[in-house]
């Protein structure tokens, strides 16, 4: 190397450690959150949601029901038979024929097959309306993906009209019906299911089947 690009060199070296000394230090910046945590909220004003948590005040009575949903049939996932270009049909009929014999050969309840019902006695109303102002009452943030299968209900009259709460622990989702109709769903967060459980196998009632794999 020539004395001329030795000297540049030498240059561009002190020049670099100079400004690394004269430049302030950079002040320490806090962690960027990576996650925000949103708390559950209440109900809409008006919604079905409000309407059966205010209704909860008035309920004298409530009816425990067992519930085992309609899962998926095993034709419904063998389609080898079928030309891959009708697949899409052959499982949309498929779907509608299994859904209208599930409720054709017993009591359906909101679509779910009914195993029995018992009264919710007296000294267990405090902690039905205590698991429903909970489930009723917070609506977490966060949406869900899962495919809700109701197992338990809850139903109760007050004022006049008829609530029904059905309850999926696996998904973490309530279905609200008022007066046999279907109003709303979403998210909840579910407690006391095996209090619920130990309620209908006293009264003699069958709890659902286990969910296929």
């Not at 205590?130 to 299968?149: F, I």
């Not at 059905?166 to 979403?186: K, N, T």
């Amino acid at each position: 190397m020539d004395s001329w690009h030795k000297g540049l060199c030498v240059g561009v070296a002190a020049a670099l450690a100079w400004s690394a000394q004269a430049a302030p230090p950079k002040k320490a910046e806090p962690p960027k959150e990576i996650y925000s945590f949103k708390r559950d909220a209440a109900p809409a004003p008006g919604s079905a949601r409000a309407q059966a948590l205010a209704a909860l005040a008035g309920a004298q009575e409530a009816t425990l029901s067992s519930l085992q949903s309609w899962t998926f049939p095993d034709e419904l996932k063998d389609l080898s038979e079928v030309p891959r270009a009708q697949h899409n049909q052959a499982v949309a009929e498929r779907y509608q024929r299994s859904r209208q014999q599930w409720c054709e050969s017993a009591e359906c309840f909101y679509q779910t097959r009914v195993l029995g019902r018992t009264p919710v006695a007296a000294a267990d109303l405090d902690a039905m309306r205590k698991l429903l102002r909970g489930a009723l009452g917070a609506v977490p943030p966060y949406p869900s993906t899962c495919l809700p299968q109701y197992r338990h209900a809850l139903s109760y009259v007050s004022a006049g009209k008829r609530y029904d709460i059905l309850l999926s622990y696996p998904c973490g989702q309530i279905l609200i019906g008022i007066d046999g109709q279907e109003r709303e769903r979403g998210q909840a967060s579910l407690t006391q299911q095996r209090a619920l459980d130990e309620m209908l196998t006293r009264a003699g009632v069958p709890l659902a089947a286990p969910a296929k794999p």
